[in-house]
């Protein structure tokens, strides 16, 4: 046995070194020890960082969508009565100016109506991913808006008459980003599946955090 004290031979049975007088018994029991080292703060932080980073899940879309034309079927209904009293005030009214009037409003009504279902078509995308919520938005310019799910507060959704029926609606999400605290999407189709999607991911998100701050 070598003395690590003073690099000393000693016989395999001593106690002590013959030379310096180390407990060579005390230094055995050491060296084979099999207890590890109790981990400091700092240890236990990058341990708990490594493991949640080997079982971290990759992130993946859960949904996408945009505005739906369903959405808009009560302006086209109203546009369509709009345009059948137009035509027949201009027959009741035996004035050519009726006819020029009826000629001048109705393109325009159903033009604008147009222009605003395209305007929503592609000013607005939204895409939901297992860690945030997405929603570019604009033509000419873009804007690429993100919330993070554990953001997100509250999830909730509206329908008028018919949107019911068409099974379209309105989203709010209420969230601590300061960017987008109040965000209403309108025209959302399969509004309560795609509502309780959302609440559901954010629930999720927030049950991982949670275990995260747990572990650290």
Same mark, same amino acid.
């Given at each position: ?9 000693? @016989? $395999? ?11 060579? &018994? =005390? +230094? %055995?029991?050491? #060296?084979?020890?099999?207890? @590890? $080292? ?11 960082? &490594? =493991? +949640? %980073?080997?079982? #971290? ?160």
């Amino acid at each position: 046995m070598i003395c690590p004290n003073c690099s000393h031979e000693a @016989p $395999a049975d001593a106690a002590y070194c013959p030379k310096c007088g180390s407990n060579l &018994a =005390a +230094t %055995a029991e050491a #060296a084979h020890s099999t207890e @590890p $080292a109790a981990q400091t703060p700092v240890e236990r932080l990058r341990a708990s960082q &490594a =493991a +949640t %980073a080997a079982h #971290a899940e990759p992130e993946h879309d859960l949904w996408r969508g945009g505005y739906s034309p369903k959405a808009m079927y009560g302006s086209w209904l109203g546009a369509a009565l709009l345009t059948l009293a137009v035509v027949v005030l201009a027959i009741l009214v035996p004035n050519p100016v009726a006819w020029i009037v009826a000629a001048a409003v109705v393109p325009l009504i159903w033009l604008s109506l147009l222009l605003v279902l395209v305007y929503r078509k592609l000013s607005v995308e939204y895409t939901l991913t297992s860690q945030r919520f997405l929603h570019p938005h604009g033509i000419l310019r873009r804007v690429a808006n993100q919330i993070l799910l554990v953001d997100i507060d509250d999830v909730a959704y509206e329908q008028d008459f018919i949107q019911r029926f068409l099974n379209v609606g309105t989203i709010t999400l209420r969230s601590t980003d300061a960017s987008d605290p109040v965000l209403p999407m309108p025209g959302i189709d399969d509004v309560q599946r795609v509502a309780n999607l959302i609440d559901s991911a954010r629930r999720e998100e927030r049950r991982k955090r949670a275990i995260y701050m747990a572990n650290v």
